[in-house]
């Protein structure tokens, strides 16, 4: 089955800067791959998905870019705000609407 | 609002008991799902229904059971509870169609087994 890796499980950021969140997946056949944020205490939410097809997408100040040769895909957050703090995880998927495979999770921080 | 929620949302319980938790939702999806979250271990599958009369084991099935009631209800049973089962569960719903992907998941179930 599909393993997904996640790094670093913790990232401290000061206001204004950048943010990037790595994964890598180990099922080359998986064509999904979305990003979930979880605020303190509340339920995990989709942020920006991207699917096989694409390299890039971006919405906003946050990015995600595909590496289909690699198996890896991250999540870049631009001019962090202290509202981005949360757990953000990435997952990936053979066929969207199916079940996902998580990673482990990140804990961003943004420090005003 | 459409919404999914998850009962109890704090839970107690001693080891050998028997507890179930329950999921609603009135988004009108066909796909369920029970997931389980433990720090550093990110969300594992537990179950998923992809219809009323559909289930299926996840990643870590050993230990609970589930129940697809109706097309809105899918309920999480740990016959007996073990204290390596102390943790956060949560409850996702999504539709059938392939183009729609997003999970929408439940506020969660704060569970300990003492």
């Known amino acids: 089955g599909e393993n997904v890796e996640q790094h670093p499980s913790t990232l401290s950021v000061q206001e204004g800067d950048s943010a990037v969140i790595k994964c890598t997946y180990s099922d080359s056949a998986s064509n999904y791959f979305p990003w979930y944020k979880q605020e303190l205490g509340k339920r995990p939410q989709l942020i920006i998905d991207?699917?096989?097809?694409?390299g890039e997408k971006k919405d906003q100040r946050i990015a995600v870019t595909l590496n289909k040769t690699a198996k890896h895909f991250s999540l870049h957050i631009t001019e962090t705000q202290p509202e981005d703090s949360a757990v953000y995880f990435c997952a990936a998927t053979l066929n969207a609407g199916n079940m996902l495979t998580f990673g482990g999770g990140t804990r961003l921080m943004v420090k005003p | 609002d459409a919404d999914v929620t998850q009962t109890p949302r704090n839970r107690i319980t001693k080891t050998g008991k028997r507890i179930m938790l329950e999921c609603s939702q009135t988004k009108g999806h066909d796909r369920m799902y029970w997931y389980r979250q433990d720090p550093g271990l990110g969300l594992r599958l537990i179950y998923y229904?992809?219809?009323?009369?559909?289930?299926n084991k996840g990643e870590i099935s050993d230990g609970y059971s589930v129940s697809r009631q109706a097309q809105a209800k899918f309920s999480l049973s740990l016959e007996s509870a073990i204290p390596n089962q102390t943790a956060l569960y949560f409850c996702a719903t999504s539709p059938t169609n392939s183009g729609d992907n997003e999970q929408f998941f439940g506020p969660g179930t704060r569970l300990t087994v003492l």
């Open positions: 991207i699917r096989s097809n694409v």
């Open positions: 229904s992809f219809d009323v009369k559909d289930i």
